[in-house]
Structures are given as C-alpha cells and as structure tokens.
C-alpha cells in the first residue's frame, strides 16, 4: 500500500509560477514510476508528466518546456514546477505512483490539488 497526499496548488495571476507537491507513504520502494495528471472541468483526466526508474520522463505537449517534474532520490517526494501558467491550466491536479509487486503493478492515486489560474 501506497498513501500520497498532494501540497501546494492555489490561485495564481496568468504567467505566474506554481509548485505542487506530492509525498508519498507506506511501501514507496515498491514505487517505480510517479506522475501527474490534471482534470480540467468537464474534461478527462489526462497525463501532465511522469518519470520512472528507468530514467525515462515524459511529457504532455502542452506541458513540454513549462513544466517540469522533479524527485528525491529517496522516491518518496516529487513535484511539478509549473511556469507561465495559463488560464486553460486550471484543473485537479493528482499525482499517481506506479507500484511493482510480486503479485502484480498497481496505481495509487492522491486526493488532488485545485490550481487555478486567473486571466
């Protein structure tokens, strides 16, 4: 078992900078991917950015040289920097952890951080 809970978010003016954080608990060497994903209103829930192990990121291309997602070197914390964020940023944003197991791989999923950018 994985727990995550999200920090920071908020209202930010348009072209203003936000961190949004997430610490992860229980099992976390089991971890070896984390990311995160953003539900705008109305909208799916889409893939914002996410790193694993293996040394591989992507990247969303709305989000590709804007954001950037960031770890420890414990894999128990990471964060996404968002600059000039833009009003169509506004969404949930949730971070996941993706777990290997013996048994199999899993997602956890985080309770979500609202940021909300302001024209």
């Known amino acids: 078992q994985v727990q995550l809970v999200e920090s920071g978010g908020g209202l930010v003016q348009a072209g203003e900078s936000l961190n949004v954080s997430c610490t992860a608990s229980?099992?976390?060497?089991?971890?070896?991917?984390m990311g995160w994903y953003r539900q705008a209103p109305g909208k799916e829930r889409e893939l914002v950015a996410e790193?694993?192990?293996?040394?591989?990121?992507n990247y969303a291309l709305s989000a590709e040289g804007r954001f950037t997602i960031s770890r420890d070197n414990a894999w128990d914390m990471w964060s996404l920097r968002m600059l000039s964020l833009k009003r169509e940023g506004t969404a949930v944003y949730c971070c996941?952890?993706?777990?290997?197991?013996?048994?199999?791989?899993?997602?956890?999923w985080g309770q979500g951080a609202q940021v909300t950018g302001s024209s």
């Open positions: 790193t694993d192990r293996d040394g591989r990121t």
């Open positions: 229980g099992s976390v060497t089991s971890i070896y991917a």
């Open positions: 996941r952890a993706g777990v290997k197991t013996v048994v199999g791989s899993y997602g956890y």
